[in-house]
């Protein structure tokens, strides 16, 4: 059993930057960890996902501003989000899984999930 706490949400301007955190109770190192990002009416949707192995993919949308990470040792992975626009809005979930590369972006892949912390961008 899994369970992760996501942190780090916020309201931030256009061009700014935030980190969130998500910490597992019990250990991570079996799981595949990815984040995920909801807005109102619209599907969850992929962001990044960092494999046991440390391999990370990002959403076209987010590459080159979002980074993720991962630290066993702490429990926790991370995202680092740069260069925040308005389209990133949204309720971030981190989630836990033992994945297929080709299914990371789709939800009934994850076993785990955490409720999420709110992300605004708003001038």
């Known amino acids: 059993q899994l369970q992760l706490v996501e942190s780090g949400g916020g309201l931030v301007q256009p061009g700014g930057s935030l980190r969130l955190s998500c910490a597992a109770s019990?250990?991570?190192?079996?799981?595949?960890m990815s984040w995920f990002r909801q807005v109102p009416g619209k599907e969850r949707e992929a962001v990044a996902v960092?494999?046991?192995?440390?391999?990370?993919y990002y959403t076209d949308s987010v590459k080159g501003r979002f980074t993720i990470s991962r630290d066993i040792a702490k429990n926790t992975v991370d995202l680092q989000m740069n260069s925040l626009n308005l389209e990133d809005t949204g309720l971030y979930y981190c989630?836990?899984?033992?994945?297929?590369?080709?299914?990371?972006?789709?939800?009934?892949?994850?076993?785990?999930w955490g409720q999420g912390t709110q992300v605004t961008v708003s001038s």
């Open positions: 960092v494999r046991r192995n440390n391999a990370k």
């Open positions: 019990g250990s991570m190192k079996d799981y595949d």
């Open positions: 989630a836990a899984g033992s994945i297929i590369l080709s299914t990371w972006r789709r939800t009934e892949t994850y076993r785990y």
